[in-house]
């Protein structure tokens, strides 16, 4: 997508839930929305309700780690912020209400807690972190910058826990943590703290038998008690001098994971198995009683340990792949209930609400005698899998038309790529299939309601045959560099074999079996290579090799196969004849590609530099370089290394002027890309739909104008005079034969769309017939026809735009607001109504993107359709008003002028945009926003030009 330009994703989940094994989860103050990070990168948002319903509203993409912890990055009720960080030191701001990515950055430290609070003095809301590093990192939110950092003098140690608390009648701030080792310390803030002042010390510290601390918690009901909770036990202090008041053991076969207190006298624990415990502290562990501190110095007795009187389980506790994230909830006000939540590897979020239990009632519980306490049952108890179900209808997939028959089951997709130029999208299935088929037609049929459901194989699709094993990668040489041929498709499998295609024949052209594991990834060689090079694909496999197969050779050229772990990134010097292959224990290969020979093994900081000197390497141009290169070659004694630099020199000598880069294709924006999405490596593939709305309209625009003459284009302001002129003495050439060979090419065109209309309808006939479906011969005759196309497929000639623009209008109309509005968007402008939950997202800079899941709440969904596409207006709104205004005033002129395009525009089209206009206009104020800044206003100036290319095409055809 070009840079700068509005984008509107959709997504196309499928039936499976995507796999989200959380690993850290948040509940705002307010309680109203759960946040889950997962051990994927992946965040969550559930929306829950009055009465603690949850349901999942949105998955966030971008993290390439593990996601460590999750706070509130402010107080206010307008906004929620969101701060998430990973396990590789990436940060993240997001704004909860649209799932935005506000700020990003990354740091060498690595957080493993993250605590919110809010300064006494100014107010402010700041982030205390700790992590793998011996201080505490104090951060502002809304920047995401280190403001000071928080240091030991005694016994440094990495921090394992800590906690910020106000002292009562005081205007400081004091932070109290706990080392590895078992040492506390106290810092006092007074907030002035600025990141230029010297180190800041802790003003005391102690050493307690209390060694790598989970949680550290101080009482907020009388500050005086302090919760520690080690692994193998928790022990409760007195915070004034952290003296012991009483420890206690974890039960067996569990593991303490955190605790909080619920009020002066009782606490909650929870474990790794994922279940909490309610204790009633003894009296000597509560400030209140004259008992208080009454054992300090003496050895606990078991008598006199806190009493278990509740148990929060789940009622059917499956083994879990890895420990549940779990926290405490108390609530800043009285309305607001304490709730302990949990998140598990399957995707659940399990809540229970904790009761308020009575004196007279917790000494009854005491007098009774109990085998086992009595158990606490969750309030919501909900997977993603299990909010996926319940969806009516099921969300959609990209291939849910080849299983119409229920009989049929139901395969995966584990690959896909999408062809921009020829509008094709090629998934590959589990199976070991490949389909083939147009991308947009299929997004309609899955998506929209209409008359095409009636057809039989509508639309039409390829399935080759050629894996034993799933289709694990899929790669279009010809979309990377067009150096390659157009009708060449790769496909690796998990038979340990890479596959080439004819595009166009659908037939297997040759077969690569030189791995001995799956293929993980196939990539596109560098353009300036040698020329056996240039011909050739890497591919990557399981067993750690990489190989190069010569696509016109038809054999591997050269095989690497020496690594000692998985291959995780590969680099190219293609001027020294270098394939670097850097693999996940920090060890990177030198391989010459010509001779696949090993130069060198290279590991530390070496192997880092060499990595980053391969991203900085820019086209080596200039005559030192080039003699640069050849000295290296010699040194080597590679022959064909010496050649290529000779070459290079020589065309560079002869070419000087000439600057040719055929990379330039991969620049150009399309109005549409699909790119597959997974959260999991096992996962199914999900579809994302990126529309270009610039791209779309000046395709439309540009298609438009292409068909205009000389006289019109001045009439337009589009070109001066003296180019209307020479374009003028173009049209009026004396040379008959270029002028019959345009005329037809136009001719064979024009039959080329009639013949295709008429099999539309012949189709449509034989569908509304009730015939039988097409044989497998006669299906594979059609798709044939369909796919044996010339080698240049141009938009225009597929009608890709008039597709694209009708799926994204339809899509992105807000149906059923307007009873009046949608009739006229039927029956005008050719919308479809889409018959199952249309899931939007928005794109933030730095590639982070959010995406709405379907089972977001259907009442929900008009706010939440109006607060994303505010978003999205408000960081393009600029561009969009450029681009809308100045396509609409060239319309809006030939309206007036009754020339041009308003020649082939009837009466009732100008009808048509005038009642848009007003009616966009009342929808404005409808759905609360300005009539000028709503985004439904710039939607449907968009829909005037749609409907004027439209009309045109049809007098045309």
Excluded at 407 to 427: R, Y
Excluded at 487 to 509: A, K
Excluded at 635 to 659: D, E, H, S, Y
Excluded at 899 to 923: A, M, Q
Aim: charged residues 20%.
């Amino acid at each position: 997508m070009s840079a700068g330009s509005l984008v509107v994703p959709l997504v196309l989940w499928g039936r499976k839930a995507p796999t989200h094994c959380i690993s850290s989860i948040l509940l705002t103050n307010e309680q109203d929305i759960v946040v889950s990070g997962s051990n994927d990168g992946q965040i969550c948002v559930w929306d829950v309700s009055k009465d603690l319903r949850v349901t999942p509203r949105a998955m966030l993409f971008g993290h390439t780690g593990s996601v460590c912890c999750l706070a509130q990055a402010n107080l206010s009720l307008d906004q929620y912020l969101l701060v998430s960080s990973t396990d590789n030191g990436e940060m993240c701001l997001w704004d909860l209400s649209d799932g935005r990515c506000i700020e990003q950055m990354k740091s060498a430290s690595i957080h493993v807690k993250i605590l919110s609070y809010q300064m006494t003095v100014s107010k402010d809301v700041r982030l205390f972190t700790h992590g793998f590093y011996p201080e505490i990192h104090v951060y502002d939110p809304l920047t995401l910058k280190l403001l000071f950092s928080l240091s030991a003098k005694v016994a440094p140690d990495w921090i394992s826990a800590i906690y910020v608390l106000h002292p009562v009648k005081r205007q400081d701030d004091v932070v109290v943590a706990l080392s590895n080792s078992g040492t506390a310390k106290v810092w006092t803030l007074t907030g002035n703290e600025t990141k230029s002042m010297e180190p800041l010390y802790e003003d005391e510290s102690k050493q307690i038998r209390s060694f790598n601390a989970l949680t550290l918690v101080c009482c907020q009901y009388n500050q005086r008690t302090a919760l520690v909770v080690c692994p193998t036990y928790f022990q409760v202090y007195d915070a004034g001098d952290f003296s012991l008041l009483c420890s206690m053991g974890s039960f067996p076969g569990e593991r303490w994971a955190g605790g909080d207190f619920l009020a002066t006298d009782r606490v909650i624990l929870w474990t790794s198995e994922g279940r909490g415990y309610l204790f009633k502290l003894n009296a000597n562990c509560v400030a209140d009683s004259k008992e208080f501190r009454s054992r300090v110095g003496h050895l606990t007795e078991r008598s006199q340990q806190p009493m278990l009187y509740c148990v929060a389980s789940a009622s059917e506790d499956l083994p879990l792949t890895c420990p549940p994230a779990m926290n405490y909830y108390a609530g800043h006000r009285a309305s607001v209930d304490k709730v302990l939540i949990r998140g598990d590897s399957e995707g659940r979020v399990i809540l229970w609400r904790i009761p308020e239990i009575t004196e007279r009632e917790l000494t009854q519980l005491t007098q009774e005698r109990f085998e086992e306490p009595p158990e606490l049952q969750p309030v919501v108890n909900l997977s993603l899998q299990e909010a996926w179900n319940s969806v009516s209808p099921t969300p959609a997939g990209i291939v849910d038309q080849l299983y119409n028959d229920d009989d049929s089951p139901f395969l995966d997709v584990t690959a896909t790529i999408f062809i921009p130029t020829s509008g094709q999208i090629v998934c590959g299935r589990e199976n070991g299939t490949i389909v083939v088929m147009p991308a947009t037609k299929t997004v309609i049929l899955q998506l929209l309601d209409g008359s095409h459901h009636t057809f039989k194989n509508w639309p039409p699709f390829r399935v080759m045959q050629g894996h034993t094993g799933k289709v694990t990668c899929l790669l279009y040489p010809h979309l990377e560099n067009t150096r390659y041929e157009q009708r060449y498709l790769l496909s690796g499998g998990m038979d340990f074999s890479v596959c080439l295609w004819d595009m166009f024949c659908g037939t297997l052209i040759h077969r690569f079996c030189t791995h001995g594991g799956e293929i993980t990834q196939l990539i596109a060689t560098p353009s300036n290579c040698s020329p056996r090079i240039l011909q050739s694909v890497a591919s990557v496999a399981s067993d750690h090799s990489v190989a190069l197969l010569g696509l016109k050779e038809r054999k591997c050229v050269m095989l690497a196969s020496r690594h000692l772990f998985p291959v995780q990134v590969i680099k190219w010097r293609p001027l020294d004849d270098f394939m670097i292959v850097g693999t996940t224990d920090g060890t990177v290969y030198a391989w010459q590609m010509e001779t696949g020979h090993l130069d060198r093994v290279v590991h530390g900081m070496v192997a880092e530099e060499i990595l980053q000197a391969c991203d900085e390497m820019v086209d080596m141009q200039s005559d030192v370089l080039a003699s640069q290169s050849l000295i290296s070659a010699v040194k080597r004694r590679n022959v064909m290394a010496i050649r290529n630099v000779a070459q290079r020199g020589n065309v560079q000598i002869a070419q000087t002027p000439v600057l040719v880069n055929h990379e330039l294709s991969k620049d150009k924006s399309y109005p549409l890309q699909i790119q597959g999405l997974r959260t999991n490596p096992k996962d199914a593939d999900a579809h994302v739909l990126f529309f270009d709305i610039e791209a779309l309209i000046v395709q439309i625009l540009s298609e438009d104008y292409a068909n205009m003459s000389p006289a019109t284009l001045e009439a337009h302001g589009l070109i001066g005079q003296a180019e209307a002129a020479k374009q003028h003495s173009l049209h009026q050439s004396s040379n008959p034969a270029k002028i019959s060979g345009i005329l037809g090419r136009i001719k064979d065109k024009a039959e080329d769309v009639s013949h295709r209309i008429q099999a539309s309808v012949a189709v449509a006939d034989k569908s509304q017939q009730g015939s039988p479906k097409l044989s497998s011969s006669a299906r594979d005759v059609t798709v044939s026809q369909y796919l044996k196309r010339p080698s240049q497929l141009g938009l225009a000639e597929e009608n890709l735009t008039m597709d694209i623009g009708q799926l994204l209008m339809s899509c992105l109309h807000a149906w059923d607001l307007d009873a009046d509005l949608d009739r006229l968007c039927l029956d005008k402008l050719g919308l479809l109504k889409p018959f199952v939950p249309v899931s939007f997202g928005v794109l933030s800079a730095g590639g982070y993107l959010s995406l709405l899941l379907p089972t977001h709440k259907q009442k929900h969904r008009r706010s939440s359709r109006v607060e994303k596409q505010t978003s999205i207006h408000q960081q393009h709104q600029k561009l969009l008003r450029k681009i809308v205004s100045q396509s609409m005033d060239s319309g809006d002129e030939d309206v007036r002028n009754g020339t041009g395009r308003g020649r082939l525009k009837s009466s009732s089209s100008v009808s048509v945009d005038r009642d848009i206009t007003v009616r966009s206009s009342c929808r404005g104020r409808h759905c609360l926003c300005d009539t000028a800044l709503s985004p439904f206003f710039s939607l449907f100036r968009i829909s005037s030009i749609f409907f004027r290319f439209s009309a045109c095409s049809k007098l045309r055809v």
